[in-house]
């Protein structure tokens, strides 16, 4: 089945810094690959997505390529903001029914 | 506003009793999901539906029940067949006309089930 693999945290950053996770993907046919953001005692929030290979998705300041070669889709993110302090889930949905997430990664960005 | 309601958002079960989480949208969206999230395990799907009166099993059904008797709701059902059911829970829905499908899930806020 589908699965998806992301970069542990925590991670811990300064105000203005730049931030990367990465995500790798197994999928079969060709997934559509979505980065979602959990703010604390929220659900889940559409960050970004992108559908075919090449595409670049973009939100916030963040953006995350879908490279079919490498089966990735790493979130970046130039400058973040404590604002920016959350958990970031990076899914892919290859079938029509189903999204499958990664662990989720947790972003802290100090003043 | 359309959204998706979760209810309650908190709550405390003693152990060997079943417990049920409210999942009410208004936005019109045939399918529907509930996932659940356990620190530092992402999110896994317990049950889907995709029309009212059909739902199938996800990754780990075993001990939880559902219905869909209406479009807008989907009751999800914790028995005390579920041997560690302190969890986060998630409900989500997504629009199934392939013309609007974006494949994006909108979620509800969450409920937070605690087994004393």
């Known amino acids: 089945g589908d699965s998806v693999t992301q970069m542990e945290g925590p991670v811990t950053l300064s105000e203005e810094a730049f931030l990367t996770i990465n995500c790798t993907y197994t999928?079969?046919?060709?997934?559509?690959l979505f980065w979602y953001v959990q703010y604390p005692g929220e659900g889940l929030q559409l960050l970004l997505k992108?559908?075919?290979?090449?595409d670049k998705g973009s939100n916030k300041g963040f953006e995350a390529t879908y490279r079919k070669e490498t089966t990735s889709f790493h979130l970046e993110k130039g400058s973040v903001q404590v604002s920016d302090s959350a958990v970031y889930f990076c899914?892919?949905?290859?079938?029509?029914?189903?999204?499958?997430f990664g662990a989720g990664t947790t972003v802290t960005v100090r003043a | 506003d359309g959204g998706i309601t979760q209810s309650p958002k908190y709550l405390f079960r003693k152990e060997g009793q079943n417990v049920t989480l409210s999942c009410e949208q208004n936005l019109n969206h045939d399918a529907m999901y509930w996932y659940r999230q356990d620190p530092g395990q992402g999110l896994r799907l317990i049950y889907y539906s995709q029309i009212v009166n059909d739902f199938q099993k996800g990754d780990i059904a075993e001990g939880y029940s559902v219905s869909r008797e209406k479009k807008e709701s989907f009751p999800l059902t914790v028995t005390s067949a579920q041997k560690n059911p302190t969890a986060f829970y998630l409900c989500a829905s997504r629009i199934r006309e392939k013309a609007w499908d974006t494949g994006e899930l909108f979620f509800g806020e969450g409920s937070r089930l605690t087994v004393l």
């Open positions: 999928a079969t046919g060709y997934p559509s």
């Open positions: 992108a559908t075919k290979a090449d």
């Open positions: 899914a892919v949905r290859s079938n029509d029914y189903k999204l499958s």
